[in-house]
């Protein structure tokens, strides 16, 4: 079995990324991942995971095959003289952007933009390390280590921000035993226990980036960290969620569970039980070495709204198209009403493409002469985004209505002789769409809004990026720092200053 950390502590002697078989094969390790009472032996061949690391398999295949990696891939800037997925390279120009952009996109349309933490996503940090390194202070070599293992390899990094639900109204120093804390200090390294949520697709993953999520509280300078874990160290343990792929497979088929049984980012808890890290994985150690601002000076929030945005904006596209095909399926396209609807769907898909555009389009620069996302329009996709996944969601319901359940239970209906004529009679479709195809349509649109896996994703989509009022409240602020909200107040004093209480006061109006 190959062990990450003594791989990657070996020389590099491939110029290439993983192939989807050599990926497959990364993931054979001794990973403690529990789903159903039971630890997983191999996640590549366990109903809960095998198709959901197949999926993410064909992403790395991609970047071997000729008619995809011109968009996917892009040299590499470290001392290897490969090539890499183009979001793990920093961009230096509006040309490196609009590349991160295809290559997003490209992967994002290989799922349909139904998995939202595919390795690119961690590349919104990783990308950053290298042109940002002495941001880390003390550990800015770590930094550029780091920016250069990854994209060599384009290792899948999955991450853990958040603390557990538990007495978070206590202050940290009474909760230590709960949040992620050091146990023991040695010269090798740190070890860690704690708990940190939630880890999506961790258990497909290489290494988790685990950081420090809320305020410092100097009582307990130890509870503040950010470092990479690799997902076989012992003492590291993942408590999976129930798998939506294992269900489709036991409930029905791909015909009935077109996308939960394929593209399932399984959810865990993620639990350190003394987990040595060595000092190479970190950085950022005690609150004296804490930066300031981690999400937006680290560059993380841009790139994470890039990423995210133009996945988003992929799916919007997939949804779009399955929104009119229901309703051709079902005459329900030749009503006022429903077309209104559909086109505003197809406004937020042109709503979040164009914020992806103006993110390449419209670069800040930052650290190293590397170039940023745009962070106005990655705020602003930040802040729109989940109520607008709802109202997709509610439209679906709203125009497609009974339609989504007026359907058998399962394709194999298909196999029983005696119910088959009723079905071809009495559940085909409008407009010449025979029953197995109106069926096959109305499965994959539950599938994306109804079913547990359609649930989750509306909760994803909602909540990845921050709670509700996080994504909205920091906007103020950052509109004062950043100028624009003096540019705005500024436009309104003019007017102001149009006239008085004596009438105009510049002589251009009569």
Not at 350 to 366: E, G, R, V
Request: aromatic share 10%.
């Amino acid at each position: 079995m190959l062990n990450i950390q003594a791989a990657l502590a070996e020389p590099v002697d491939r110029i290439a990324p993983f192939t989807g078989a050599g990926y497959l094969e990364s993931l054979r390790d001794d990973r403690n991942v529990f789903i159903y009472g039971q630890r997983v032996g191999d996640v590549t061949e366990h109903p809960g995971f095998r198709n959901s690391a197949r999926s993410l398999a064909r992403l790395y295949d991609a970047l071997h095959a000729p008619e995809t990696a011109g968009d996917l891939t892009c040299p590499t800037d470290t001392p290897n003289g490969g090539f890499t997925h183009r979001s793990f390279r920093s961009a230096s120009s509006v040309a490196d952007l609009e590349g991160q952009q295809r290559a997003i996109g490209g992967w994002a349309r290989m799922t349909y933009g139904w998995m939202g933490r595919t390795p690119d996503y961690k590349a919104s940090i990783i990308n950053t390390l290298g042109p940002n390194a002495d941001y880390y202070g003390p550990f800015a070599e770590n930094a550029r280590a780091w920016y250069q293992r990854v994209q060599d390899e384009v290792l899948f990094v999955s991450h853990a921000l958040v603390n557990p639900p538990v007495d978070r109204a206590r202050p940290p120093s009474e909760t230590r035993e709960v949040y992620l804390h050091v146990d023991e200090e040695t010269d090798a390294g740190i070890r860690v226990s704690g708990a940190k949520v939630v880890a999506t697709s961790a258990a497909t993953s290489h290494y988790a980036f685990l950081q420090h999520h809320g305020p410092v509280d100097n009582g307990v300078a130890s509870l503040t960290m950010m470092f990479f874990a690799a997902i076989d160290a012992p003492g590291l343990k993942l408590f999976c969620r129930n798998s939506y792929e294992q269900q489709a497979k036991a409930t029905g088929t791909p015909f009935d569970f077109p996308l939960a049984s394929r593209f399932d980012e399984n959810d865990a808890i993620i639990v350190f039980d003394r987990v040595f890290i060595p000092w190479e994985n970190v950085l950022v150690y005690r609150t004296e070495s804490l930066p300031p601002d981690f999400p937006l000076a680290a560059g993380f929030m841009q790139g994470m709204a890039f990423h995210g945005c133009t996945r988003l904006a992929v799916k919007l596209d997939f949804m779009a198209g399955l929104i009119s095909k229901a309703l051709h399926a079902t005459s329900g396209d030749e009503f006022r009403g429903n077309q209104v609807m559909l086109g505003e769907v197809i406004a937020y898909r042109h709503l979040f493409w164009s914020l992806s555009n103006a993110m390449a389009a419209c670069p800040t620069q930052f650290a190293g002469g590397a170039m940023l996302p745009n962070l106005q329009a990655a705020l602003a996709y930040r802040a729109l985004a989940p109520d607008a996944y709802g109202r997709v969601k509610e439209i679906v319901h709203k125009i497609v209505a009974s339609a989504l359940i007026y359907m058998p239970s399962t394709s194999r209906d298909f196999d029983n002789s005696e119910i088959e004529p009723y079905l071809a009679r009495y559940v085909r479709g409008s407009n010449g769409i025979d029953h197995r195809q109106r069926i096959k349509i109305m499965k994959l649109l539950w599938d994306a809004v109804g079913s547990e896996f359609g649930g989750r994703h509306e909760l994803y989509e909602r909540n990845y990026l921050g709670n509700h009022e996080e994504v909205k409240l920091r906007l103020q602020s950052i509109a004062r720092f950043d100028g624009s909200f003096a540019e705005m107040d500024g436009l309104v004093d003019r007017c102001l200053a149009d006239y008085d209480e004596n009438g105009w006061v510049d002589p251009a109006w009569a």
